[in-house]
């Protein structure tokens, strides 16, 4: 380091030698970004987005040229009517998509193509089989929609062109894409491939001519991909469609789980846990990934898309919380089967949470025990009780203010039948408890009664941990109807 004054002779030389490597690195990192720059158009070259077109087959007419996702529209599950959670749009390239194991595309009434350098910031994976992008999508210029005469009347295709025709569909994309003089490709499954008179156009338009016997190498189209940025991988293997799956089972299975959780046969609290965890990973891909496209500047359409995936996602993680309470409830299989308060003893109804009331009985139990160890675990059993209780009838007067609500539809009564089955639940523990309690000190066995408060607490503190959770689902439902997500 440099003192003050004049520098040395020394000094003058170490600086003149610092500002030369400085000089240098400068040179090198301009050197190193012009080549990267050159690299990266030499590979758009050789994998030409002008010469391809991506192809979407639907029952649906892009209403005013937007193609919507399937999570647009309501649709009939095991007699559920729900939103597929599917906010993704699927293309094959230079060719129709043909039926395979993953489903079929036969019969479908409009085929949409467009010139895939006008989507190509959209685009998430760049697969010739399974190309897609998130998001509801505006219909280029330059774009066409195929279908027969009778499907296209009245209709408004925004900035795509109407093209009808009569027969296959699938033949007539071919026969579009050939007239375009672009190479057709024929897709199944999990690739693509080229008719021998298609291989050279293939090859010279799309991949740039890079196989020196002039015959078109698919294998390297995902690295060129990956290069260029995209995922290459299915849609299928994707955390995307992990997300859809959780969700679907949560819309549809978690119902017929509830039903079960009652006997064998139901999830168990690790079984729950482990799906908790799950979509707690899923949304932490999902952050990622939406931090990532968010730097590279991602369309309006992805956003609102994005944001109600993740809405989505962590309303399933409230409901997944409040099932492990009842599962946890269900497993404890504490003494006998509780239905509703109405099946208690009268007994057990003085224990029924309200305010001050357990703190009360549980200081009879115990008489006039001075032990400090109990009065301090007395202590923090009422402060738990009167957090409880609090939420408690928080939850019911909200309960009650929406189920009187006309204009709001959502099911709520499972919320209602375990708020009743839990405070029936908590109160017989409470009140066998008590018993303990009554019995160990009349015995004057105080370590046995601390370890019975204990407990006791420990449950209160579960039960305000359950109404909390409770209260997170109900305006988490109300949010949903709000927010249609």
């Avoid at 009517?81 to 699927?90: E, G, N, T």
């Avoid at 408004?156 to 050939?178: L, T």
């Avoid at 109804?349 to 025990?369: M, T, Y």
């Amino acid at each position: 380091m440099f003192g003050h004054g004049p520098l040395t002779e020394a000094e003058l030389t170490d600086a003149a030698q610092a500002a030369e490597r400085v000089q240098e690195w400068e040179e090198k990192r301009l050197e190193l970004l012009k080549k990267a720059r050159e690299q990266r158009h030499a590979l758009k070259n050789r994998m030409n987005m002008q010469n391809m077109v991506a192809v979407h087959l639907t029952n649906y007419f892009p209403k005013n040229g937007v193609i919507k996702t399937t999570a647009d529209f309501v649709v009939n599950q095991d007699g559920v009517d729900v939103r597929f959670p599917r906010h993704s749009i699927h293309f094959a390239l230079n060719g129709p998509v043909g039926s395979h194991m993953m489903g079929s595309w036969d019969g479908r009434k409009y085929a949409i193509i467009i010139p895939l350098n006008k989507i190509a910031k959209r685009i998430v994976t760049l697969n010739p089989v399974d190309t897609w992008l998130i998001g509801q999508l505006s219909l280029p210029r330059g774009s066409v929609i195929i279908a027969h005469q009778e499907d296209l009347k009245r209709k408004n295709p925004g900035n795509a062109r109407i093209i009808p025709v009569e027969g296959d569909i699938h033949q007539a994309v071919r026969e579009f894409i050939k007239k375009q003089g672009l190479p057709v490709a024929s897709i199944g499954g999990w690739g693509w491939n080229f008719e021998a008179e298609n291989k050279e156009l293939a090859s010279r338009l799309i991949m740039g001519g890079l196989n020196p016997l002039n015959a078109f190498d698919g294998g390297k189209f995902n690295e060129f991909s990956e290069r260029l940025g995209y995922q290459t991988g299915f849609h299928t293997h994707s955390f995307f469609s992990a997300i859809e799956g959780l969700l679907t089972s949560i819309s549809l299975i978690l119902p017929k789980f509830y039903d079960k959780s009652e006997s064998q046969g139901g999830s168990s609290v690790k079984d729950i846990e482990n799906q908790i965890q799950n979509a707690n990973g899923l949304l932490d891909q999902l952050n990622e990934f939406t931090s990532k496209r968010e730097k590279q500047g991602f369309s309006t359409s992805e956003k609102i898309s994005l944001d109600k995936i993740k809405k989505s996602l962590e309303h399933c993680i409230t409901e997944l919380k409040l099932y492990f309470h009842k599962v946890r409830r269900v497993e404890d299989n504490f003494g006998k089967k509780v239905e509703r308060v109405e099946d208690l003893s009268d007994t057990e109804k003085e224990w029924l949470i309200r305010e001050s009331l357990i703190v009360k009985k549980l200081k009879d139990a115990i008489g006039k025990h001075d032990e400090d160890e109990i009065k301090s675990l007395m202590k923090r059993i009422g402060r738990v009780e009167r957090r409880a209780y609090r939420k408690y009838e928080q939850l019911k007067e909200r309960l009650n203010e929406l189920s009187h609500d006309p204009n709001f539809p959502i099911d709520i009564g499972d919320l209602h039948q375990e708020l009743d089955v839990y405070e029936a639940y908590l109160a017989k523990f409470l009140s066998f408890g008590s018993g303990m309690i009554q019995e160990e000190a009349g015995k004057g066995n105080w370590d046995k009664v601390s370890q019975y408060i204990t407990h006791l607490e420990e449950y209160l503190i579960r039960a305000e941990d359950m109404l909390k959770t409770m209260h997170e689902v109900l305006e988490s439902r109300y949010k949903k109807y709000k927010e249609e997500f």
